[in-house]
């Protein structure tokens, strides 16, 4: 197994409890976990609201997980640097956001200053749409429910959606990021790294876990297993 196949778990902190986010991302940091999903929405894009850079900027001193920031929001352009400043090590916009040409400055305006790009696709926005951009970025996130809440099932139908990326990465881009988001547990783990994933986001199943670090460990090894096994 080389590096880039290690799978790396990214709990979403959307789904902890919002009164202590600094001391619920210690203690993913604490067990286990590699990198911090910070979901972001505006009520537009998505039918929700999350929070603001503020809230990254608060906990980027607490943290030295890597900041991974998911825009869910119509607009990324005019947000993108106060998520920069906030702290974030990579930010994930939309395909369904914006046009191509807005998506290829996203990127460039993101690797000026030293940030990883990712690209996120809608259940139903097909991996085709992407190919042409993927020179672009560092990473696609395939969205394996419908963005806009925490706590829903995963759609096993993404696991194609993933291959298919994962076939256009090993032909052109060895070092794509594939990362998926929306119902992972240890089970669903398993099908997303069969298929492909190599960063797996997994809000309730960690945060609303009894144990935290045992909820981590059971999906890395879960996801392990199915990429050697
Ligand atoms: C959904 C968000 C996800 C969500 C995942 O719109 O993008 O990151 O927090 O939560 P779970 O793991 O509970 O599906
Ligand atoms: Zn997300």
Redesign the pocket.
């Known amino acids: 197994m080389n590096e880039t196949k290690t799978i790396k778990i990214a709990p979403?902190?959307?789904?902890a409890d919002a009164a202590r986010l600094g001391a619920e991302a210690e203690k993913v940091e604490k067990g286990g976990a590699e990198w911090l999903?910070l979901?972001i929405?505006d009520g537009h894009f998505?039918p929700?609201l999350s929070f603001s850079a503020q809230v990254v900027k608060a906990l980027r001193p607490l943290s030295k997980l890597f900041f991974d920031v998911?825009l869910?929001i119509s607009d990324p352009s005019k947000y993108l640097d106060d998520f920069i400043d906030a702290g974030a090590d990579i930010i994930t916009v939309h395909k369904e956001a914006c046009g191509d040409d807005e998506l290829k400055e996203i990127s460039e305006r993101l690797h000026k200053r030293g940030v990883k790009a990712g690209i996120s696709v809608k259940p139903g926005t097909p991996p085709e749409s992407i190919k042409a951009l993927m020179p672009y970025f560092d990473m696609v996130l395939v969205?394996?429910?419908?963005?806009?809440?925490?706590?829903?099932?995963?759609i096993s139908d993404m696991n194609d959606k993933i291959k298919k990326i994962a076939e256009y990465s090993a032909a052109d881009f060895p070092d794509m990021i594939i990362e998926v988001?929306?119902?992972?547990?240890a089970e669903t783990a398993a099908q997303a790294a069969k298929s492909g994933a190599t960063v797996l986001?997994?809000?309730?199943?960690?945060?609303?876990a009894a144990d935290a670090a045992k909820a981590i460990s059971e999906i890395h090894t879960a996801a392990e297993k199915a990429i050697v096994g």
């Open positions: 979403s902190i959307l789904a999903h979901d929405m998505v929700n998911h869910m969205m394996t429910v419908e963005p806009g809440f925490g706590g829903q099932s995963y988001d929306g119902g992972i547990n986001v997994a809000g309730s199943s960690v945060f609303r």
